[in-house]
């Protein structure tokens, strides 16, 4: 299980040098919209780490406002749900927490992810995400479709007139790989259950997430250790190079899931050795299954409880360095 006692009892006023790392695949399920302005984000990179595999190819590109936002909200919801977030929408009310228009500065999501209310004050985010590279090149990763929309009768023209409501879009084929790191910094334990629930339950990413964009997010390591550990672009290299090495990558088919898996897990101990932190525990294989198993079974009353710790926590840092001082006193 995860060694709970190296994360911190209380938020610290200054960074303290606890990283605890979420290694994870994100693996789409369905046809996926990641774009900016009107097509997909694509950017050319060596294909992997070693010299003989160092020619450029060109990967699709998961922003990390794209990973982060839907889960943040997802978190959200949930401390909504059960009463740990203001549902007040009057933008004049202290508590109320409205997402990209006004912070409360105390909630467990301000305190964890951060906040920037101008003359307001700031708090920055203790969780650090960072782009994410496709494991396979765009060619193989991606599939435009045309899209129309139809009248009411079913056709594409009214009284006669042809609709112009004809488009094209570029979809990231199902079962595309994004290797990822999620760091936070300086957390306590339930606040770090906290961001890796939000990781766990989030299942929709992209500019479609109501009718496409489902993402499984597959974790293959949990790390505690004394600094930052390995990128994203290095780590989707590196798999890259042990695929191709078993001769897995196959024209216009998908890397199977579980091979997959299996590598990462593999090649996460190689880049942890060279990256000189000091590893406090590496959570990998049966005992992180156990653990998440642990997580996801959590009845209604237990999630509450974290929920609410993980609450009270945020709101004990926001009084003791957030909160103006009372001038009365």
Request: hydrophobic letters at 35%; proline letters at 4%.
């Amino acid at each position: 299980m995860l060694n709970t006692g190296f994360f911190h009892t209380e938020l610290p006023a200054r960074p303290m040098g606890k990283y605890a790392h979420i290694i994870m695949l994100r693996i789409t399920e369905g046809y996926a919209l990641f774009q900016t302005d009107g097509e997909l984000n694509r950017v050319r990179v060596a294909a992997g780490a070693t010299q003989a595999t160092s020619e450029a190819m060109t990967r699709i590109t998961l922003f990390k406002r794209k990973q982060t936002t839907p889960e943040r909200l997802n978190g959200r919801e949930l401390l909504r749900n059960y009463g740990q977030l203001s549902i007040s929408e009057d933008e004049k009310d202290l508590d109320s927490c409205i997402y990209n228009v006004k912070s409360c500065r105390k909630c467990a999501d301000c305190i964890t992810y951060g906040f920037a209310i101008g003359d307001g004050g700031s708090e920055k985010s203790k969780v650090y995400s960072e782009t994410a590279f496709s494991l396979t090149d765009y060619g193989s990763s991606h599939e435009v479709f045309t899209l129309n929309a139809p009248f009411e009768d079913g056709t594409m023209s009214n009284h006669g007139v042809p609709s112009s409501r004809i488009n094209s879009q570029d979809h990231v084929k199902p079962q595309t790989i994004f290797p990822s790191v999620i760091t936070t910094r300086d957390l306590t334990a339930a606040l770090f259950e906290y961001v890796l629930g939000n990781v766990l339950r989030t299942t929709r990413y992209g500019a479609t997430t109501t009718r496409g964009g489902t993402v499984r997010n597959h974790i293959v390591g949990i790390v505690l250790s004394d600094g930052e550990i390995f990128s994203n672009l290095l780590f989707t290299q590196r798999l890259h190079d042990i695929l191709l090495e078993n001769d897995i990558f196959k024209p216009n088919e998908p890397v199977p899931v579980q091979t997959a898996l299996d590598a990462a897990a593999y090649v996460i101990p190689q880049l942890l050795n060279a990256d000189g932190v000091r590893d406090q525990q590496v959570l990998i294989g049966d005992d992180l299954a156990a653990y998440l198993n642990t997580l996801r079974g959590l009845d209604e009353n237990a999630l509450q409880a974290a929920l609410h710790r993980a609450s009270q926590e945020a709101l004990t840092y926001h009084g003791r360095y957030i909160a103006k001082p009372d001038k009365k006193k």
